[in-house]
């Protein structure tokens, strides 16, 4: 608990300075790390194959991890295990790899929670191509909380629009943090409704879900946007959890952090231990994962 109040005041003093005109200063998807993380030794050893072991074979899917400026250390360990819980490879890349080499070898990049600004700026425009020409050809792109922030066309913070050239691969608007889902600058768990039953994703799952919210947006697309909004958080009937196809790939977004788990020590992370989410979501997870490969029964 020590440890989250020290985070939090970090984060308010980060925005106070944010809200008096300092163009340095970053808002938070959660917490930044002052330093880029390593690319392949910010989870303990073995965890993650570094990036000159990765073979991506029509047998193998190798999952890309952002783990650069910004990125939390925490949601970096918790979403490693998760994606190793369903059996696939993980890999730990930081913005100059994106910038220069691409992402063919991998099946699936994920940009975890963190500081969309930070990603924003350290990802070059030639990066940001690089991703979207990853999708296009047929990779995946998951985005969890500030990774759903980065995807944007367009990001809102506090209500005001961030002066940010986000990813760009959702043609609409994420906002937060909302204040009506869990006031600002508190986290806590919040409830998220299924609204599409009949998504790939989403058939097989009950008719709504806890998890965690720590400042992450909601995500209202383009009024002539093809998307499938799959979840609603209750408390604003506002778009949570959203699906859609880029070229030949596939994105799969969610405002909240579905790779913490709470009541159990398997995501790797002591934090919001003290919390309940009634249950894990990493299984739903795994659906959008092979939703995103395209490898689902009935996709």
Known sequence: MLRQNRMRIKMILLLLLFLAGCAQTKPEGRHTTPEPLPTSTSVPPGTAMPIDEVVATPDTSVVALYSDRG?????????TNMFEWMGYAVSLVNADYINSEGLDNFSILCIPGGNMYQYAQDISSGGKENIKDFIRNGGGYIGICGGAYFASEKVMWQGNQLPMTPLGVFPGTAEGPINEIVPYPDYGMC????????????????DYAWMLYYWGPVLIPN?????????KYESVNQPAMLAFDYGLGRVFLIGTHPEMEEDSDRDGVDVFDELDDQGSDWELMRKAVLWCLNESEDS
């Not at 994703?201 to 009950?206: A, D, L, V």
């Not at 009024?223 to 979840?231: Q, V």
């Open 71 to 79: 990125a939390d250390e925490d949601c970096i360990q918790a979403t």
């Open 191 to 206: 409830k998220v409704n299924i609204v599409d039953s009949t998504h790939p994703i989403t058939r097989s799952e009950p």
């Open 223 to 231: 009024e002539d946007a093809d998307i499938a909004i799959l979840g």
